[in-house]
Structure formats: structure tokens, C-alpha cells
């Protein structure tokens, strides 16, 4: 294994990386909208890139010209409808109080935040309401979220220089992915999809604004039938023990073609909502991606910055590409793996076991 | 419904509207032929069923494209992938079962620039031997007392092998023309890599560090007495500003995702930008070819459905298929010849012969956490698995339980979890472990997901197997299944032949000891999808439009076109007769050159 790579960031140059990943993260849906992201000084940026670029050949200079004027074209794009986000309203205040509640009870809050503070919840709506914004938002354009800095191509290091986030401009969808998404959402019967095609599929697609209406109100009423009360008025023990009940098999009525319950769709939409880029509308702060250990995108950095002076690539120390991560190195540059939690270690045990089945179903499978 | 596009749908010469070629796909195959056949004089009109990520594509500076490192983008929302609830295609193993839908039949990508820019653009080249694979293997058959090859000698009906119609030796100028178009990164540490005219353009990128992990375990083990030869894998990503690219940045978002900063060497951006800077290409986007108007031996228009949903007529002199092996056969079957039958189907072999690759996966776990979100995803492998010499053209011989074997297997690739939170860690411990083994909610599932149990410490040592080429295996079209064009969809009738199954447990022990000496612990092999009953997921589709000498026994001739059809070729991985056992972009575009020089010639590029 290769040592670290000498290269080492300057406090002030860390701290000021760290300062604007803080100040770029966009805020979350009930927080201050800022409107409309203003473009930065295309013009400014992209003399400052020349100025770099001089120093290159002329070769070299002409693809980094071409690189940073398609870039400045892209801040004068328009910017899709309030940045960071007015709420769009699907959910009646009950409806949203109950989303709450069981996001909070599939990621709970504990020492970092839960699915709730993280706003799954508002990601959800979010999605629900796409063709409120002509659908605008179910593909972020990017190509960068302004997160991270260019790397200066001289040095090789971290430069100065963010991207405009175009993770917030506007890219409307093909014909076929708007088809695709109006039956996610609204139903196939809605979205004119013709039953030769529905019907050897399984049938009709139930849209996912009428899933989530219906899923929502068949909790409370399987809340109060258990305890008396709706889900939202439950201490967070019973909430488990119904969101447990809700998630057995025949309680709730199964998809015939997703597959699931109403449980299925409202993890994996949670899982969305915490861990997706935080231009869908959750993963405010990107404190889920923190919470993981992950930069989520990393553009234009990366993880290995090529630098025209050494004619070679250089590594960021903090986040390494071909060594350890250094808090997993010990003082006298030994390996030291932290420890999983029993729980990630039951996980990784299950994946083993889960794979191992197989040889007993079918000989030769895995051998 | 209208179009939701406000541009209008194309993208280089707008003016154009006379087109000595027609390309259908705008892929790996279809960005070579219309970049050759552009450099060759031709006026191109390219069609593109997909959408266009690359607005101003045509323009004099390569623009920023509309990728992202985005998750939820890519591996849910399928922004480049078909939507296959639009365009659903049927499974079965044998003609006998009944088809049945299935999500993922082998599905790629559909943009301007077609799979590659998805893939992590690994491009080794197939070996010498792998052209003249039967003849070799015949031969080495009589001359080996004792030894057996499923598929040949007293068992060869059972599949349907046949050389190529041309060597490696006659290739290589395209392979070289590839690498230097693509820009590709390598370096020249393979013993088992076939000889080169030319170096690699550019040198390796920096490694990954599970790779480097993952190649120490390899030099400790050894294949019947030799230790293994760990390997940079060859792949398009710059590693120098080259060709109006900058280098890669190893974001980390490769294998399934679009490149933001365009320095993946993907056709759009390489091949497809320079046909359509030449002023003799026109690309038509959201463009689906659904049909070739044909009297039987000559195409004289192609029917397509754009963007708005309007059926639309291109005619052409010449007619190229490149929309991907399945897609390039389901063309054919869709196009009937004045009297009813499969258009170019005298030899009752198109479609036939779809050859997949058999991957097998053994995983584990590592301690440390191995950061598999940063890098290209696979930046080492190792070749000795492909069962030849050193140089690649000559079969080893095993000793198997005492009798003499050879075991045609593939390269394999180290490769980790990319560090995916919703799909990898979040989807597996929520929805694919069973029962209680899993978390569906709660602090389990948050624990597992800050462990990154999954994404952080998951390595894998994957073989990309040959598989036997057989005329059961094939693509037609499902009686009763149609998609949203009601067109009937590709049905897809695939099963694995003891050629390739006997090959994959013979190297399975060794994939383990890889890992193993690498310290890697709770080791297990990903279950063979083909035993399972369900297809592949291989990505690699070759086969179909079968090439050869010999019109009784193959689709296309020598020179990719049609024996039936005058004006007709396919330049995808289609023509292939074998698969070997490598990724096969690289070697479908050194072919798609080929064949486009072959109509319209021009001199090569030099490095």
C-alpha cells in the first residue's frame, strides 16, 4: 500500500473549504426561499480562469476556455421556479403530521438528525407535486451543485473557484420520462397509457399522490383500531410497535405492480428524502450524507486533481483515493479499522448468510 | 402529446436533407460509423431513439453536459436508462417456457451517445486467439488425448461456435484508431494482453485503494502452480488534458452515472461530436426507428416516431443498425419483406446467437472502510482467469482431477460498493434481506447506514466470462407484449451452456483465495442469475446479426453487411461470432471502424 501523498492543505485553506461547504449547502423547504439563485459574475470567473489557463498551452488553453465559457452560458440559464423551495401543498396538515411521525420511526432522531429534521417529509411532497413545476425537478440538470471548488490545474490543489449550483436549474423531461412520471404519480388511466400496455403488466398503475392519500389515512385507522388513537398523538414505543403491525403481512393492501405496501413505498421514499441531493427537497444541510461519512456529489473536485506543473495527479489528504482514511490509521501508521455497531455488523453477517441460502436452493448457484 | 423539448430535436447539420447513410443508434457503434463514414466524405444522418444530455453538442466548444453526480438521477429515476414500463421486454430460458416480463433484461442505456456514457468505460481488447477461437480449439482437440471442451468435438451441436472473418492482426490498426479516439489510459502490465502497434495514449490514473488491496491478495495466489499477475485495467478516462477534455477528477460517480466534466471518452463526446463537426452529420434525437421499408434485398427508407410522437420516413442510400444487439435484430423482425418474411433472415439466424458474457461475482467484507466513492470504480483486474499463456494466443492446459482442461473463463475486475446510501445500504438492508435478517426501519437501519456496512466495506473479484454462442439463445418478438409505440417488444430466450458453467466453478476457489489473502472475511459468491432462473445483468450484449463468409450460417458478411440486403450493415456488437471474455465496447467500436472504413475509406489517425 502507497503512503499518503505529501501534498497537505493549509489550515487557512481547510478552513475556508469548510466555510463555503457550509455556506453552499442549500438551506431547507421552511427555511428563508432565497427566489432566485443569482448567477455569479460569469465573466469575472471565466477571466479568472483565463488567467490560469495562460499558463498553459495554448492547446491546453483552448479546452479550458471552451470548458468555462459552456459554464458561463450555463449561469445565465433560467432558473427553475423559487430555488429552496416554497412549499408546494399536497398533504392536508393531519396527512403531514402523520408522513412525520413514521418518517421519524424508519430514520429516527437521535444523536444526528431523523428522517423528519432531515425533510424526508418535504421531499416527498415535493416529488408528489412535480408537474405543479411541469416536472421540472425530477432530474436535477447539473452538471455541478457548487458544493465544491474547481481544483486550480496548475497545482493540482483545491482552487478558489466554486461552479453556480445547477443542481437548481431547470431540465424538463423527455416525452417519454414525462409519460412514465404522469402514471407514477397521477395512474396510468390518467396518463392516457393504453391497456395493451398496462394489462400484461399487471394491470392498471395506481398513481402515487392516491397511494400516499389512502396509505396515510389506512395508518390512523389501524392506529386507532390498536390503541385508540392516530398515529401522529402515539409516544414514539407504540408508533413502532404500529408502524411493525402496518408492515405485517395482510394488514395492508400490496401493490400488485410495485410490489409492497404503503410501508415499502414510504421507506424507500425516506431513504430518498435523507440521502438524495438536497435540490429534491430533503437531505437539508446534506446532514444525511454527513451523518454517513459521504461529500455525496463531488464535482468539480473529485478525489485525485491533476496538476500541468508536476505533470502528475495529486490526492486530498482528507479524503483519500489509494491509501486509508486517516482516522484509520494509527500514530505509528498502522492499519486500524474502527468497529461496526453490532447492528451494521448483524447487516453485513445477514448479506454472508443471505447469499449462502442460495447453494441450498439451487446446486451450482454460487458454487 | 407535444414535444417538451423546445429545441427541435436535432443536433449538427440542420441544413442537410439528401444522406448517403442512414445510422440507427448513436452508441459506441453507431458514434464510430458516423464518425468514419463522415471522415470518408459521406453525408451521415444518425437517429437516436434516446434523448440528447449534450444540448449545443454541435457546437465549436464541447459542452458541459446535463450529468450529474446524482444518485437518485441515475439509479432510480433512470434518467439515460429505458423506462422499461414504457418498453417492458419478456424472459424465459427455453422456447418451451412462457415468456414473462421482467425489469431488466439486459436494459441500456437510451441518450445521445448510447451505454458508454454510462459504463465505467473499461476497454481491454480481446486477444488474438479469441478470433480463431474454434479453429484453435479444434485443433488443439485432436492433438490433446484426453481432453474434452463442452461445445466441441463429439459435442459441438449443443452450441455454435464459429471463428471470426478476419484476425486480430487485421483489427489492431482499429483497435490502436479506438484508443486514440476515446483517449484511453494504460499501461503495458498484462502478460496476457495481445500485441500493440502503439502505446496507450495516456498513462493509468491513480489506483483505488481497495484495488491496491485487493492486487496485494493476488500476487500471494496462484493458479495451478503460477502466482497471479495483477494488472491496470485499461479505460476511457483522461488522464491528461487530451482532445479538448480535461483529466478525470476519480468524482467517484462512474459506473452507472453520466461524466459532468466530460472527461470520460463516452462516443458523444469523442466520435459523435466529431461526425457532427464535420458539417456532413445530422443527428435526429427522441428519434425511434420502429421500421426499414425494404423490396427484400434493399432498404430504402427507415421509419421512425419523433420526439412528438409523429411517424416520420428517412431515406438513405445506405442503412447502418447500431441501436445495440437486441434492439439492431428486433429492427429486423420488425421489418418484413414484401412477401412476409424476417428481412436478411435466409440463414434463419438473426436474433440467434446473443451471447451475454457469464459473470461471476465472489464478494466479502474488509475491515477498514475501503471508500469505493472515490474513483472510477475499477482501476486493476487481472487477466490470468482468461486461461491462456502469457501473450495471449495459445489455450492453457489444467490439469483437471487429473485429466487434461481447458478453461476459456475471463478478466477479472476488483471492484468495491460505490457507496450508494439509498440504493446500496438503504435498499439492501430495507427491502432484499429477508425476514428479520434486515432493517426495515428504525435505529438497525440508521446504524447499518452510518456503518455504511454495506457501501464501505464491500470488495468483489468479478469474471467476465465467455459464454458459448447457441442458436437457442436468441432475441424475436413477443406474440402477445407490446410497448407504448405498440410495437411488439424484444422477447429474450437465454440459458447458460456447460462451456461456460464448468468454467465458472473451476475459477470460483481462486476468486475466494483472492480475497481471502487479501483479509478480507465473510467471503461469498453472488448467486449465478442464469441458475436462478432469471437473466443476466450483464450489460454486455453481443451477437444476433452473426458475421462470416458464408450466407448459409451467418447474418452478415466480412465487411458487416447484410448477405441478403445490398445496402444494408450492422455496426454494433451484433456481428459478433464469439464473445471471448473481456468488456466489449472497446472491441464493438474497433469493429464499427472497420466495417464504416470499409464503406467509405480515409486515412487513420496517428497518434
Known sequence: MRKLLPLKLSPELRAQVEARLDARLPSGADEAPSGVVAPEP???????????????????????????????????ARVAGAAFWPRTRFFTDVELATLEALCDRIIPPDHDPGARELGAPAYIERLLTSFDRGGAGLYLRGPYSGRLPFSDPWLGAPSARYPQNGFVLSMRPSRLQELYWRAELYGSAAAGLPAELETPQGGPLVGLREIYRQGLADVDTVSVSTTGLPFRQLGTAQQDAVLKKLDSPGVLSRDVRRGGTFVDRVIQHTLEGCFSAPEYGGNRRARGWRMIGLEGDSQPLGYSMFSLRDDRYHERPDQPMSTPNPDEIDANGNLAPKPLTPDGDAIQQAIFSFA???????????? | MAASSAEDGMLGNRSLDRFDVCVIGSGAGGGAAAYALTAGGKNVLVLECGHNPWPGLDGPNLPLPRHSNDELKYALREYIEPLSRLEPRTFRQRASDTAAIHDDVNLLPRAVGGSFQHADCKVPRYNAFDFELKSRLEALLGATP???????????ASANFADWPFSYADLEPHYAEMELLHGVQGADDNPFASWRSSPFPMPPGVAMYFALVIAEGARQASLQGRLLTPHTYPGAHNTKFYDERPPCVDCGWCSGFGCPNNSKGSPAVTTL????????????????????????????????????????????????????????????????????????????????NLMFHLQTNVSGFLPQRVHGQRGRAVTHGLTDFRGLEPGGDVP??????????????????????????????????????????????????????????????????????????????????????RDVFGLPVARVTYASHPFELGVRNFYIPYQRQILELAGATRIFTVPCDTLLGDPPTSHHEMGTLRMGPDAATSVTNPEGRFHDVDNLYACDGSVFPTASGYNPTCTVIAVALKIAHGMAPSPLPVA
Open chain 1, 42 to 76: 460569469a465573466l469575472h470567473r471565466l477571466l479568472a480562469h483565463a488567467r490560469d489557463a495562460a499558463r498553459l498551452s495554448r492547446r491546453q488553453f483552448l479546452g479550458a476556455a471552451a470548458a468555462v465559457a459552456a459554464l458561463a452560458v450555463a449561469t445565465h
Open chain 1, 356 to 367: 449462502s441460502i442460495f447453494e441450498d436452493i439451487v446446486e451450482g448457484s454460487c458454487a
Open chain 2, 146 to 156: 484426453g481432453l474434452a471442451i463442452p461445445g466441441f468435438g463429439s459435442d459441438a
Open chain 2, 273 to 352: 461530436r466529431k461526425a457532427l463537426l464535420s458539417g456532413r452529420c445530422q443527428l435526429r434525437y427522441n428519434a425511434k426507428a420502429v421500421r426499414l421499408l425494404n423490396d427484400g434485398g434493399h432498404v430504402s427508407a427507415v421509419e421512425y416516431v419523433d420526439g412528438a410522437g409523429v411517424n416520420r420516413i428517412a431515406t438513405a442510400d445506405a442503412f447502418v443498425l447500431a441501436a445495440s444487439p437486441i434492439e439492431s435484430a428486433r429492427l429486423c423482425l420488425m421489418s418484413p419483406t414484401p412477401s412476409g418474411e424476417t428481412l436478411g433472415d435466409s440463414s434463419g439466424q438473426v436474433g440467434r
Open chain 2, 396 to 481: 492453457r492446459i489444467f490439469d483437471v482431477n487429473g485429466a487434461p482442461g481447458v478453461r476459456l473463463g475471463g478478466i477479472v475486475e476488483f471492484s468495491a460498493s460505490q457507496g450508494l446510501p439509498i440504493t446500496d445500504d438503504g435498499g439492501v438492508a430495507a427491502f432484499q434481506l429477508p425476514g428479520k435478517s434486515g432493517a426495515r426501519f428504525g435505529t438497525k437501519l440508521k446504524n447499518a447506514l452510518r456503518d455504511g456496512a454495506l457501501t464501505q466495506h464491500l470488495v468483489s473479484v468479478l469474471m467476465q466470462a465467455e459464454d458459448a454462442p447457441q442458436l437457442t439463445n436468441r432475441v424475436d418478438l413477443d406474440p402477445s407484449v
